[in-house]
């Protein structure tokens, strides 16, 4: 096996679908991953112990733990369908981060309890809103070349 087979091997699981976890996507995979653990293991305990001191933060808690859990999903499946799933899911992330961000300082009275998106992530050090950056960033700079037909 050559080295530019042996490359073709490591990028490709199945014929015709492009991993995307190689490089730097190794990285985004396991920052996602950690960001799974601890936004479900919160939002579980808080919803399971103290829901009705804070029902929309602990709600928006498990909904980023979803959200986190679906994009580590398709990076790891990989291909181009995954990919186009995975920018969607990464740009509505974004959003979502900037938005409960934003309602957090505006209006705090809303929050009684932090959320894992609460002041732009400043809880979990910004990882909630330069992660979705990156993986936009990565997720793009993968995307397959019209012209490298």
Same mark, same amino acid.
């Given at each position: 096996?050559?080295?530019?087979?042996? &490359?073709?091997?490591?990028?490709?699981?199945?014929?015709? !679908?492009?991993?995307? /976890?190689?490089?730097?996507? /190794?990285?985004?995979?396991? $920052?996602?991953? =950690?960001?799974?653990?601890?936004?479900?293991?919160?939002?579980?305990?808080? /919803?399971?112990?103290?829901?009705?001191?804070?029902?929309?933060?602990?709600?928006?808690?498990? =909904?980023?733990?979803?959200?986190?859990?679906?994009?580590?999903?398709? $990076?790891? @499946?990989?291909? &181009?369908?995954? !990919?186009?799933?995975? @920018?969607?899911?990464?740009?509505?992330?974004?959003?979502?981060?900037?938005? =409960?961000?934003?309602?957090?300082?505006?209006?705090?009275?809303?929050? *009684?309890?932090?959320?894992?998106?609460?002041?732009?992530?400043?809880?979990? $050090?910004? /990882? *909630?809103?330069?992660? *979705? $950056?990156?993986?936009?960033?990565?997720?793009?700079? !993968?995307? *397959? !070349? &019209?012209?490298?037909?």
């Amino acid at each position: 096996m050559t080295s530019g087979e042996a &490359e073709v091997a490591v990028t490709q699981d199945k014929p015709g !679908r492009a991993r995307l /976890i190689s490089g730097p996507g /190794i990285v985004l995979v396991w $920052l996602y991953g =950690v960001m799974v653990v601890g936004a479900v293991s919160r939002s579980a305990y808080q /919803i399971a112990t103290e829901f009705d001191r804070a029902p929309l933060a602990y709600s928006l808690s498990a =909904v980023a733990g979803v959200v986190y859990g679906f994009i580590t999903y398709t $990076l790891v @499946r990989g291909g &181009e369908t995954a !990919r186009k799933a995975a @920018r969607i899911c990464c740009a509505a992330e974004l959003v979502g981060v900037l938005v =409960v961000g934003t309602w957090t300082l505006v209006e705090p009275s809303a929050f *009684p309890d932090a959320t894992v998106w609460s002041d732009f992530g400043m809880g979990y $050090l910004f /990882i *909630p809103v330069l992660l *979705p $950056l990156s993986a936009l960033y990565w997720l793009r700079k !993968r995307a *397959p !070349r &019209e012209d490298a037909a």
